[in-house]
């Protein structure tokens, strides 16, 4: 079974910066598309990042471009998101999501930075920033 694990939240000023950690233990990144989401009381889970299997490219989500960056290191099974510039609207519970590398979408429009297209989740660290 497919179990992630989030960590690395806390509360940090603006300007601030964390990094957030998803482990896969058992598991290499191969085969598998990796996200990274949030969610904000009251507001839907939205996609920030993912790492495509096929290629290894990394994407972000134009809010976050150039503020936060998404790597790998397949030694430790783990997968990172580090904030940077930090701001209050950026407070939110962080997932990270996986998907089998091939999984059809579920709709034609989809992309991977639609939450619903991934099967596996961690539990969710929280990032609240304080202005």
């Known amino acids: 079974e497919v179990q992630l694990q989030a960590s690395g939240g806390g509360l940090v000023q603006t300007g601030g910066s964390l990094r957030l950690s998803c482990a896969i233990p058992?598991?290499?990144?191969?085969?598998?598309?990796i996200g990274w989401f949030r969610q904000a009381p009251g507001k839907e889970r939205e996609g920030l990042s993912y790492?495509?299997?096929?290629?290894?490219?990394?994407t972000y989500r134009t809010s976050v471009k150039g503020r936060f960056t998404m790597s790998t290191d397949n030694t430790k099974h783990t997968v990172y998101l580090q904030l940077s510039s930090l701001k209050p609207e950026d407070t939110a519970a962080y997932y990270c999501?996986?998907?089998?590398?091939?999984?059809?979408?579920?709709?034609?429009?989809?992309?991977?930075?639609?939450?619903?297209?991934?099967?596996?989740w961690g539990q969710g660290t929280q990032v609240t920033v304080s202005s």
């Open positions: 999501g996986a998907r089998f590398e091939g999984t059809p979408y579920k709709y034609y429009s989809s992309s991977l930075l639609d939450p619903e297209e991934y099967a596996y």
């Open positions: 058992g598991f290499t990144f191969d085969g598998f598309d």
């Open positions: 790492r495509r299997a096929s290629d290894g490219r990394i």
